[in-house]
């Protein structure tokens, strides 16, 4: 080691053209965005779901969530390592014919598919996919819910009634390629960029609402009552239309669907430190 320590520093100093180059390669590297974005840590806490069986807080446990939607750059270079999930590879059990249908090619994404936008026609088993190669997973519904409940300044916003009217106008809007890219609508309290207002995003447990627990009726598939004026009946607050359309968003695709205003991010535990035994 003191070898190797006496012949790094007796090489002579860079030129100022060398210092100045190193310099930008490495405020590049710094300044470019982790796959899916910088992990933003979202604290716990308690939210009443716009559907639950027993109409009781749910409590969420901090965790840690994707700064912004994973784009189409960050997903190229997934398939580059996993090419079994190249549009011209992937099995049909795992996504329809939607599947990554707006790039130019399979190793391509084109000019529908910015490389700093959103990537989106993405199934759920390819968004599960890719955040497992990373070491991370899917949120689950509740905690995408509670991280996109915030408001710019505080974990719940100052006018909820203006704050969901926002996101329903959001909603209102039609999707078109190309999408913008990420980090271009609003940033919550969170740190979390696009939770709204820019895609749908996929998470874990999307069709949770499916599922009775009673075999019989789980084959009959959704429960269409949220697509109807019933589906206020049951919902947490009637008025909050917005959450309505997405419970009801989740529970109309499947697994293997691919849509160009659906995409993800990834979200990871938190370690907690464990209790000492006295």
């Known amino acids: 080691m003191a070898r ?21 390669l490495m405020g590049m590297l710094l ?17 009443l779901p716009q559907y639950s069986a027993s109409k009781a807080p749910v409590m969420v446990s901090a965790f840690a969530l994707a700064g912004h939607a994973v784009t189409n750059g960050e997903f190229l270079g997934f398939l580059k390592q996993q090419p079994q999930w190249r549009r011209d590879r992937i099995v049909p059990l795992f996504a329809d014919e939607a599947y990554l249908s707006h790039w130019a090619d399979a190793n391509h994404p084109g000019d529908l598919a910015p490389m700093d936008a959103p990537v989106t026609n993405v199934s759920w088993f390819a968004a599960r996919a890719y955040c497992a190669f990373k070491g991370w997973r899917l949120p689950t519904m509740n905690e995408w819910e509670w991280a996109a409940s915030a408001g710019e300044d505080a974990p719940a916003p100052p006018d909820v009634g203006a704050f969901n009217r926002k996101i329903l106008n959001w909603y209102a809007k039609p999707t078109r390629l190309p999408l913008d890219p990420v980090g271009s609508v609003a940033r919550n309290y969170w740190g979390l960029w696009d939770m709204h207002g820019l895609i749908w995003e996929w998470v874990e447990d999307f069709n949770a609402l499916m599922l009775t627990g009673e075999s019989r009726q789980d084959a009959g598939g959704l429960d269409r009552q949220l697509f109807c004026a019933a589906g206020s009946i049951g919902s947490a607050d009637p008025s909050d239309y917005a959450a309505y359309m997405r419970y009801a968003m989740r529970s109309s695709v499947k697994a293997r669907y691919a849509m160009q205003n659906m995409g993800f991010r990834c979200a990871r535990d938190i370690d907690t430190p464990k209790m000492e035994t006295p």
């Open 4 to 24: 190797w320590l006496r012949r790094r520093w007796s090489r002579p100093p860079l030129s100022d053209k060398a210092t100045k180059l190193v310099a930008l």
């Open 31 to 47: 300044a470019a965005p982790a796959a899916g974005g910088e992990m933003r840590t979202v604290a716990g806490g308690g939210f």
